[in-house]
């Protein structure tokens, strides 16, 4: 028989293999997957937890994805920034924790997102450049094209995710 503490606790099945993402802003984890492009049509195990109960986040509440067997690169960890900085990675090998750390925006973001002012070089065909913008603040984010000066915030690099 399950003690009570037992009856109250949260069962997430561990990952053998891949990347768990901790400590995502609450409501977020959804953005996260589809900025990164993760779907699970591939067969890949995801492990979503949307609003679970956190002792650590001032809300008391947090997201969580798993991802099995998937390891994710430096881009892909700026995509997560750009959305919930201070989130925490951690990569699996054999059910243990081979890797971890917390993302943050990088003061240069290089080929992550696309920028959305149709006259920008980046969106002409002929003139194969990779956007970067600069981020100008964190709190509340907002980021400049290096190109064509396009001003973006968080709320406009979500919808441009969830467009993705």
């Given at each position: 028989?399950a003690?009570?503490?037992?009856?109250?606790?949260l069962?997430?099945?561990?990952?053998?293999?891949?990347?768990?993402?901790?400590?995502?802003?609450?409501?977020?984890?959804?953005?996260?997957?589809?900025?990164?492009?993760?779907?699970?049509?591939?067969?890949?195990?995801?492990?979503?937890?949307?609003?679970?109960?956190?002792?650590?986040?001032?809300?008391?509440?947090?997201?969580?994805?798993?991802?099995?067997?998937?390891?994710?690169?430096?881009?892909?960890?700026?995509?997560?920034?750009?959305?919930?900085p201070?989130?925490?990675?951690?990569?699996?090998?054999?059910f243990?924790?081979?890797?971890?750390?917390?993302?943050?925006?990088?003061?240069?973001?290089?080929?992550?997102?696309?920028?959305?002012?149709?006259?920008?070089?980046?969106n002409?065909?002929?003139?194969?450049?990779?956007?970067?913008?600069?981020?100008?603040?964190?709190?509340?984010l907002?980021?400049?094209?290096?190109?064509?000066?396009?001003?973006?915030?968080?709320?406009?690099?979500?919808?441009?995710?969830?467009?993705?």
């Amino acid at each position: 028989m399950a003690s009570k503490s037992d009856s109250k606790r949260l069962y997430v099945e561990k990952i053998k293999k891949g990347t768990v993402i901790d400590h995502i802003k609450e409501g977020f984890a959804i953005s996260v997957l589809k900025i990164l492009g993760l779907e699970g049509r591939n067969g890949t195990l995801i492990t979503i937890g949307i609003n679970v109960k956190s002792n650590v986040s001032s809300s008391g509440h947090k997201d969580i994805l798993k991802v099995e067997n998937i390891y994710l690169d430096e881009k892909q960890i700026h995509q997560i920034a750009l959305i919930s900085p201070g989130s925490k990675v951690s990569f699996i090998e054999d059910f243990k924790i081979k890797d971890k750390f917390v993302v943050k925006i990088p003061s240069l973001i290089k080929g992550i997102i696309d920028c959305p002012n149709e006259n920008c070089i980046t969106n002409v065909d002929r003139e194969p450049v990779l956007t970067e913008f600069k981020v100008l603040s964190e709190k509340p984010l907002k980021i400049a094209c290096n190109y064509c000066e396009r001003i973006l915030y968080k709320e406009e690099i979500l919808h441009m995710a969830e467009k993705n």
